[in-house]
């Protein structure tokens, strides 16, 4: 299949804090085309588990959608090539207000893979210590702990919809269950 699309040339279009939007012109089934293409130097999640097994999630405002989200804590790479670990282990305590000292790699995801290259690692973290938040200036989390079961009746009711929430909660459900 790769040799049916060739790309040209990309050009960048806009580069903003935490994208860079191209535009490629390629070849595809013979006809030139012009393509969109976004990238992000990729980021982290953490699934963090209580002591009595309740999943910690943060509750924030996105623009994109205009209105609070659900999510797992999660935030972007630093730098490029930062160990994604590393990430992790500095949203876990940013957003949360707990740390740990041992993570566990669950799934990796890619999050809009039509337009954008954005991949994220997502991990387990337990044992969680009390620490506080580092919120960004602009930030405005809350946590809130949920039982497994509620945040799956979420999903299947759509109206939990972050994708890298969703697939870490299902991963988490399937990998108890093993």
Excluded at 42 to 61: C, E, H, N, S, Y
Excluded at 127 to 139: A, V, Y
Aim: aromatic residues 8%; charged residues 30%.
């Amino acid at each position: 299949m790769a040799d049916k699309v060739i790309r040209l040339d990309r050009q960048l279009k806009y580069q903003g804090t935490i994208l860079k939007i191209y535009e490629d012109t390629v070849i595809a089934n013979g006809h030139e085309a012009h393509w969109d293409f976004i990238h992000h130097d990729g980021a982290a999640a953490v699934v963090p588990v209580t002591d009595d097994g309740k999943i910690l999630m943060v509750r924030q405002f996105r623009n994109a959608l205009d209105r609070e989200t659900l999510e797992i804590p999660a935030g972007k790479l630093d730098a490029p090539g930062e160990p994604k670990i590393d990430c992790a282990y500095r949203e876990l305590e940013e957003e949360t207000g707990f740390r740990t000292e041992n993570m566990e790699y669950l799934i990796s995801v890619n999050t809009t893979v039509a337009f954008c290259d954005e991949a994220i690692d997502i991990f387990v973290a337990r044992n969680l210590i009390p620490s506080h938040q580092h919120l960004d200036e602009d930030e405005v989390i809350e946590v809130e702990a949920w039982k497994l079961e509620d945040l799956l009746k979420l999903i299947f009711e759509g109206k939990l919809t972050d994708g890298k929430t969703v697939a870490a909660i299902c991963a988490y459900a399937a990998k108890l269950h093993e």
